[in-house]
């Protein structure tokens, strides 16, 4: 084969693991190849566009890919349309999407709630958000800024609430920085069964983190990990550079209760996390708080517990929070009664101690550890403390 005929080879090849690549990625980004590599909104997308204008007016502002006169930035270019962030749609476009505040330039999350289906979420989620509970430090709630109603849509609102991260999403870099989140979370379930108000769906979805305290770059809400305007990737500090808070999140399943009722039933709704015991093969009503213990620690045993090492300090706590008989399962009070007994034993060594994947190979613990034993000796010298928490 000559020159030139190699050459061309060597073309083609390329061009075929570029496509290749460019179709990982839209499976990866889309969940398949979208009609929005043609510059077509999708179905469900197209009531953000109809309602553009109408939301600019009440003072929020979506990306350019939902304007009414939106052309794609890449047509009549050479650029790859993956590599164009008005190529990408929201993760739930027919519920969710992001925004900006124009009076103050924040970020916002627009939640459009039918009301025959949810008819409780509203309510409650203005009930943690108003005085006096907004101002408790151990509510954990997302707040809402405001609820709009959709002016064609009688049964619906909008609510607008802060746009928040998913609290996995950054790696956690230490112990410490588990604890403190689990501290949280706790301490927001507590607060709402306190007030008895049951979650029903407090799974790993609903668990969200105020990222913005923790990225340098403003995040984009569908690639967490670029730019806001795709330009290049995201800039982030540890959790112990810069403590984050954690929120809890959609209220569409949650019930509120008498304070008289002691143990309310309920029929079971079924949220995310389709592992509860007392829903399996069964109708009959049940109590849903016990439910919530088992939700939140059936998230910390699949995100924490069973896939990294370390974490056999909470794992008797956690293996009780999702015992088989509810009844058996301790209430949020008792949780972070024993939560905080543990907390106080953990010594510093073992919180500054490197959160370690199981699935972790040699080759990336030697890197990922030697870059953790710089942190941690950075911030052993400056005093920063092994446990992260927010100044306010």
């Known amino acids: 084969m000559g020159l030139r005929s190699k050459q061309k080879a060597a073309k083609e090849a390329e061009a075929r693991r570029e496509e290749a690549l460019v179709a990982q990625l839209e499976l990866a980004v889309f969940g398949g190849i979208r009609t929005a590599k043609h510059g077509q909104l999708g179905e469900s997308e197209v009531w953000w566009s109809q309602h553009y204008q109408w939301l600019k007016d009440s003072g929020y502002l979506l990306r350019p890919r939902y304007a009414p006169d939106w052309t794609p930035s890449w047509q009549g270019t050479k650029r790859n349309w993956t590599t164009c962030e008005d190529s990408l749609p929201a993760d739930f476009p027919s519920r969710i999407l992001d925004g900006t505040r124009l009076s103050d330039g924040k970020y916002v999350a627009l939640k459009r709630v039918k009301k025959a289906d949810h008819p409780h979420e509203v309510d409650i989620a203005q009930f943690f958000s108003s005085a006096p509970l907004a101002g408790e430090i151990a509510n954990h709630c997302i707040p809402i800024h405001e609820?709009?109603?959709?002016?064609?849509?009688?049964?619906?609102?909008?609510?607008?609430?802060?746009?928040?991260?998913?609290?996995?999403?950054?790696?956690?870099?230490?112990?410490?920085?588990?604890?403190?989140?689990?501290?949280?979370?706790?301490?927001?379930?507590?607060?709402?069964?306190?007030?008895?108000?049951?979650?029903?769906?407090?799974?790993?979805?609903?668990?969200?983190?105020?990222?913005?305290?923790?990225?340098?770059?403003?995040?984009?809400?569908?690639?967490?990990?670029?730019?806001?305007?795709?330009?290049?990737?995201?800039?982030?500090?540890?959790?112990?550079?810069?403590?984050?808070?954690?929120?809890?999140?959609?209220?569409?399943?949650?019930?509120?209760?008498?304070?008289?009722?002691?143990?309310?039933?309920?029929?079971?709704?079924?949220?995310?996390?389709?592992?509860?015991?007392e829903f399996q093969n069964s109708n009959a009503p049940c109590d849903p708080f016990p439910t919530d213990v088992f939700y939140l620690g059936n998230a910390i045993k699949n995100d924490f517990v069973d896939p990294n090492l370390g974490f056999d300090?909470?794992?008797?706590?956690?293996?009780?929070?999702?015992?088989?008989?509810?009844?058996?399962?301790?209430?949020?009070?008792?949780?972070?009664?024993?939560?905080?007994?543990?907390?106080?034993?953990?010594?510093?060594?073992?919180?500054?101690?490197?959160?370690?994947?199981?699935?972790?190979?040699?080759?990336?613990?030697?890197?990922?550890?030697?870059?953790?034993?710089?942190?941690?000796?950075?911030?052993?010298?400056?005093?920063?403390?092994?446990?992260?928490?927010?100044?306010?």
């Not at 305007?229 to 959790?239: K, L, P, V, W």
């Not at 030697?366 to 928490?389: D, E, L, M, Q």
Request: glycine share 6%.
């Open 313 to 392: 300090f909470i794992q008797p706590l956690i293996a009780d929070m999702v015992q088989q008989d509810p009844s058996k399962r301790p209430t949020m009070d008792e949780v972070v009664k024993r939560f905080d007994t543990i907390r106080a034993g953990l010594r510093s060594w073992k919180l500054r101690s490197r959160v370690v994947d199981k699935r972790e190979s040699v080759f990336e613990g030697v890197i990922r550890g030697t870059s953790h034993w710089i942190r941690r000796i950075g911030f052993v010298a400056r005093g920063v403390p092994a446990v992260p928490r927010r100044s306010s």
């Open 147 to 277: 609820v709009l109603p959709i002016p064609d849509e009688e049964e619906s609102v909008l609510i607008i609430m802060p746009l928040l991260g998913d609290y996995a999403e950054l790696p956690f870099d230490t112990i410490g920085e588990t604890v403190e989140c689990f501290r949280q979370l706790f301490e927001g379930l507590q607060f709402m069964h306190k007030h008895r108000v049951a979650h029903r769906d407090c799974m790993s979805r609903n668990i969200m983190v105020d990222a913005s305290s923790l990225y340098v770059d403003a995040f984009h809400p569908v690639v967490p990990s670029m730019k806001r305007d795709y330009s290049g990737d995201a800039r982030f500090r540890t959790r112990t550079q810069r403590p984050p808070k954690y929120f809890l999140i959609d209220f569409g399943l949650s019930r509120r209760y008498d304070h008289s009722v002691a143990k309310p039933l309920g029929v079971p709704i079924w949220g995310g996390d389709k592992h509860v015991p």
